[in-house]
């Protein structure tokens, strides 16, 4: 991405943003694939690597390396209701350079 350091990351499109809160909200083969392979998911959802200044896709080496937006052992996704009254809150969330991470409110309570 044009002006952006080497080691900066990117926010997610808000096009993916959005897609990916859609489906969560109302797709259960997608809610499985998420919870089983949040990298699938997000290329499902839309998302590309930015390939860095070498060529080589460092950002999807490092998603594909394990932990885009992992849910911890134990966590449950958050329901399709709740992910869906929550929206608001999760496109900001989501919309920062990205993290690893999932966010607390796409999680159960």
């Keep these: 991405m044009a002006g952006q350091g080497k080691d900066q ?9 959005k ?29 590309e690597a930015a390939p ?7 950002e999807m080496a490092e998603i594909s390396g394990g932990s885009c937006l992992t849910m911890t052992n134990g966590a449950t996704l958050a329901s399709k209701e709740q ?14 350079p990205f993290g690893f991470f999932c966010p607390p409110a796409l999680l159960a309570d």
Excluded: M
């Design 9 to 17: 990351k990117r926010p997610l499109e808000q096009k993916v943003v």
């Design 19 to 47: 897609k990916l809160l859609h489906k969560l909200s109302t797709d259960d083969n997608f809610r499985a694939l998420f919870q089983r392979n949040p990298h699938a998911a997000l290329v499902e959802a839309g998302w």
């Design 52 to 58: 860095d200044e070498t060529g080589t896709d460092a």
């Design 83 to 96: 992910i869906a009254a929550r929206s608001a809150t999760l496109e900001q969330e989501l919309s920062v």
